[in-house]
């Protein structure tokens, strides 16, 4: 069962629509080529010191995240970079920890965009299923009105391989369908934490394609 197959289409029309209005946005070059994928400790943000962030664990060797190519005009769009890469790590974390009500998924996700995290952590705790492999995040595209925000960005999921725990069975994407365009919509709460409230994407979609 890959990941993404929980999607839908609600939050990457939404989050396209803000883009294209042009609210502030941000555009980041596509990377040409896989040998970007060690890049991920050189561009990625830092989260605000001032807030008590829940601590996830370091991902096993044979489960990566690469967050490539980013770069951000102002602090702003640091900050909204940076905890929804917090909320792909803490929902990922989930998964192959098997935490079915993660403190770190609820703390960077609310409404439906925690409904549907906290679906596919449960999705694949009661399938057998777990993430392995290499996801490569690049092409992004930020745009913020005040305490909203929207994301855009492509994802390589060619080299990722959803195993079943007691089978062994292996399922894979191949072709165009590796490539995945997401987006997501974040509201800033009160604490000053940019929270995903919908995340959802395209599979195939011609934009990703390298």
Not at 50 to 70: C, H, M, N, V, Y
Not at 80 to 92: G, K, P, T, V
Request: aromatic share 6%.
């Amino acid at each position: 069962m890959p990941r993404r197959t929980l999607l839908t289409a609600s939050a990457l029309t939404a989050a396209t629509a803000l883009l294209l209005a042009g609210c502030g946005g941000h555009d980041d070059t596509k990377p040409q080529g896989s040998d970007q994928a060690a890049s991920t400790q050189a561009t990625t943000p830092s989260p605000s010191p001032t807030i008590a962030r829940p601590k996830i664990p370091p991902l096993p060797a044979d489960d990566q995240l690469s967050f490539e190519g980013r770069s951000a005009s102002n602090a702003t769009e640091r900050a909204i970079l940076s905890d929804h890469e917090q909320y792909i790590r803490a929902r990922e974390d989930a998964i192959l920890r098997r935490v079915k009500n993660s403190q770190a998924v609820s703390f960077y996700a609310k409404g439906q965009g925690l409904t549907d995290a906290t679906n596919l952590i449960n999705d694949y705790i009661q399938s057998g299923d777990t993430a392995k492999g290499l996801v490569r995040y690049f092409d992004w595209k930020t745009a913020d009105n005040g305490n909203s925000a929207s994301i855009t960005y492509c994802a390589d999921e060619s080299k990722v391989r959803d195993t079943n725990l007691k089978t062994g069975k292996v399922t894979t994407a191949s072709g165009k369908d590796a490539y995945v365009l997401y987006g997501a919509r974040l509201a800033k709460n009160s604490d000053g934490v940019w929270q995903t409230i919908s995340f959802s994407g395209k599979v195939g979609a011609a934009q990703c394609q390298p």
